[in-house]
């Protein structure tokens, strides 16, 4: 982005262009109660050099995958990309058409389109798929709302295995009182027990949102909650991770109404925490209530094959009592990403994929308790795992960072009852001594040490606390 700098003078030429004296009179549609009334808690204007020395500061704080040995996960994770997938997307044609406002115009922009969704239907055995979303977080949200729309209710239960973020963008979304969010915790093992389900659904509950493999890895029983789900008439939202249904169970095949996933893991770069991709299907009664766009394959009058943009449901197409959703684009270059990679890696690549990150993630785990750590949960994990530290997962982290190995995410980020928890992901690229280099750092902090002094003691005789 380039620094555009404008003076007093300049602003005042502006305004007297645009009709206006002051500045504030462009906020007079805005009432007065809502406005803010002081200064924006910001620095002060900056000078071109003075702007881009502080961004180059900032950008240095950032520790790319590539340079560290991280097992941070929680919806973003170090997936293998061919190289080709990079090649192939920066070819101009694909490049330049990013997130196109007129897709309807272009035949090659809707051709993609198509096979993206078509790639979504087959990964997750749904009858039909969106253009893609902008994230995980909105594809959850939008997915909330369409089901509330769909049951005309007002109740929507998450479960306390729900990704935290996206948790957040749902309540965003809600806040003003339409829609009532309510959480079921977790059982002992890390899923979702039915009896618990029972106890809090109701002929209200407008749809259960679960996400499986959940945001502390655990796999949750879809099939035995599914039932619970319908018996009230509510819609099942099943939030998966795209690489783990190359051995789990798709969503589709749970009977789930809808499904929705954060897509970054298809070939999408971890790069400064976006951009993403939200990825949306449903079953085929839905279709008509789904947010964004859907294209679809014709033939024209002399039976050649063409592309349409068959539904687009928001409020500047139809009637605004109609429209599903505000949503106006997609995440068009990070879908066509998403589909590249899903046609270089194919069905078995996806298999390898997954079945390394369950076997690297589960040798990990094993390692870590053989040093007499301990995971937090007992339920059938995926990739990724919650740990129980003796000390503040903070201090692990911080210790583990000047070994340039960034060991996972402080779990007392999101809920402080669990600053000693410490959640691990593994993939496919994780090498044996990442994963020891990872095991002899943590060794510091392991439970039962041979000197018998407790870790927070280890930490006040190293001058870390």
């Keep these: 982005m380039s620094y555009v700098p404008n003076t007093d003078a300049d602003r005042k030429k ?99 389109i198509y096979e993206f969704q078509s790639l979504i239907c087959a990964l997750t055995k749904m009858e039909a798929a969106n253009a893609s979303l902008y994230d995980g977080a909105s594809a959850v949200a939008e997915a909330a709302l369409m089901a509330a729309h769909a049951t005309e209710r007002k109740e929507i239960l998450v479960t306390e295995g729900l990704n935290p973020n996206y948790l957040a963008v749902l309540e965003t979304y809600v806040t003003g009182g339409a829609y009532q969010v309510r959480s079921i915790p977790l059982g002992p093992s890390g ?42 008439g509510a819609k099942f939202v099943a939030v998966f991770d795209p690489i783990s249904l190359g051995m789990v169970t798709p969503p589709g095949e749970f009977n789930a109404d809808i499904a929705v996933a954060e ?69 068009g270059l990070m879908a066509t990403l998403s589909t590249v990679f899903m046609s270089l890696v194919g069905k078995q690549g996806l298999l390898q994929m997954a079945r390394l990150s369950y076997a690297k993630a589960h040798y990990t785990a094993a390692l870590l308790e053989s040093k007499g750590f301990k995971r937090v949960y007992s339920a059938p994990f995926f990739k990724e795992f919650a740990l129980e530290l003796p000390v503040p997962a903070s201090k692990v982290v911080s210790r583990l960072r000047k070994s340039n190995i960034v060991p996972g995410i402080d779990l007392g980020k999101y809920d402080k009852k669990r ?47």
């Design 14 to 112: 502006m305004l007297e262009v645009i009709g206006v004296s002051r500045f504030e009179d462009l906020l007079d549609a805005v009432p007065k109660e809502v406005r803010l009334q002081e200064p924006l808690k910001i620095p002060p204007p900056a000078s071109e050099l003075e702007l881009f020395a502080d961004l180059r500061k900032l950008s240095r704080q950032n520790v790319p995958v590539s340079v560290s040995n991280s097992f941070l996960g929680g919806g973003f994770y170090d997936h293998f990309t061919p190289a080709a997938a990079d090649f192939i997307i920066r070819r101009p044609e694909f490049l330049t058409s990013y997130t196109p406002y007129q897709a309807e115009v272009a035949q090659g922009t809707l051709q993609i």
């Design 419 to 465: 600053k000693n928890q410490l959640l691990i992901a593994v993939t496919e690229k994780k090498l044996r001594a990442d994963i020891e280099s990872l095991a002899e750092g943590m060794s510091f902090f392991r439970p039962q040490t041979g000197s018998g002094i407790a870790p927070e003691r280890k930490l006040e005789a190293a001058g870390q606390v």
């Design 191 to 232: 899923q979702i027990e039915p009896e618990m389900l029972k106890k809090a659904i109701s002929e209200k509950t407008a749809a259960l949102i679960l996400q499986t493999p959940n945001f502390f890895g655990c796999l949750e029983e879809a099939k035995e909650l599914e039932p619970i789900v319908h018996t009230v």
């Design 263 to 331: 897509g970054q893991s298809l070939g999408v770069p971890i790069s400064y925490g976006g951009p993403a991709v939200g990825l949306f299907a449903a079953k085929r009664e839905l279709v008509r209530r789904m947010p964004g766009r859907i294209a679809a394959r014709t033939t024209d009058a002399e039976g050649k094959i063409g592309y349409v943009l068959t539904l687009q449901t928001r409020e500047q197409h139809i009637r605004r009592e109609k429209a599903t959703s505000n949503i106006c684009t997609n995440q």
